[in-house]
């Protein structure tokens, strides 16, 4: 057990920017989570991945921003047109079955100026 | 729409002495978790809570399930420097995600 990675874990861009990120979970889970973190609040969710579904998007995902799970292994989140309101902690997770305990990875910390 | 509510938000201890932390949730939830997240890092499975009046126990730790399923509560006994952390409810929202509560910061004063 790996545990799940994300890269890159800091990113620095400019408004305007377009931005990807990339999660790899544990191998045998084949659900997996976006949240998004801002300082002093709890995760909110953005969106989930059974396999390579996307079962689920939060109304908080706008259409600047997009996920996929091409073969239901790593994962992407792409944000285009970022604006400084996007700056926040963006963490992935995975998990066996639903609603079971989600395994985080380290987050990556986009800053937009 | 669902709320997880967390009190205390901020709670500064000295070593030795004990915390607690309440959730409250305005729904009936089927499940309960706690996550603890460490300055700088990310959010931890600790446990989870499945019964109407559950509790468990991990070393000086003690979960609690309330009755109603609507609110938990996190016991530290004799809190230790490296209880440091924020602490976080969180309940499932339909089936595929989880609701975080806001968390309980822990401040541990040796």
């Known amino acids: 057990d790996t545990g799940v990675s994300q890269n890159p874990r800091h990113k620095i861009t400019k408004r305007g920017q377009n931005v990807t990120f990339r999660c790899d979970p544990i191998?045998?889970?084949?659900?997996l989570y976006w949240y998004r973190q801002t300082l002093g609040q709890g995760p909110e969710f953005l969106t989930y991945f059974q396999n390579e579904a996307q079962l689920e998007k939060s109304r908080l995902l706008s259409d600047r921003f997009s996920a996929e799970r091409p073969k239901g292994s790593f994962s992407t989140l792409e944000i285009q047109r970022t604006e400084q309101g996007d700056s926040a902690m963006y963490l992935c997770?995975?998990?066996?079955?639903?609603?079971?305990?989600?395994?985080f990875g380290p987050g990556t910390r986009l800053t937009v100026t | 729409g669902q709320q997880v509510m967390q009190i205390p938000q901020y709670q500064h201890v000295q070593e030795g002495e004990d915390f607690t932390t309440y959730c409250n949730s305005s729904?009936?939830?089927?499940?309960i978790q706690w996550y603890k997240q460490r300055p700088g890092g990310h959010p931890v499975f600790l446990i989870q809570l499945v019964k109407s009046g559950e509790v468990k126990k991990q070393k000086r730790l003690t979960f609690q399930f309330g009755e109603a399923k609507k609110n938990s509560s996190l016991h530290i006994t004799a809190t230790q420097t490296t209880d440091v952390g924020t602490y976080f409810c969180a309940g499932p929202r339909g089936a595929n995600n989880l609701f975080f509560g806001t968390g309980t910061r822990l401040t541990v004063i040796p």
């Open positions: 191998s045998e889970h084949n659900r």
């Open positions: 997770a995975s998990s066996r079955r639903e609603n079971y305990e989600q395994y």
């Open positions: 729904t009936t939830l089927s499940n």
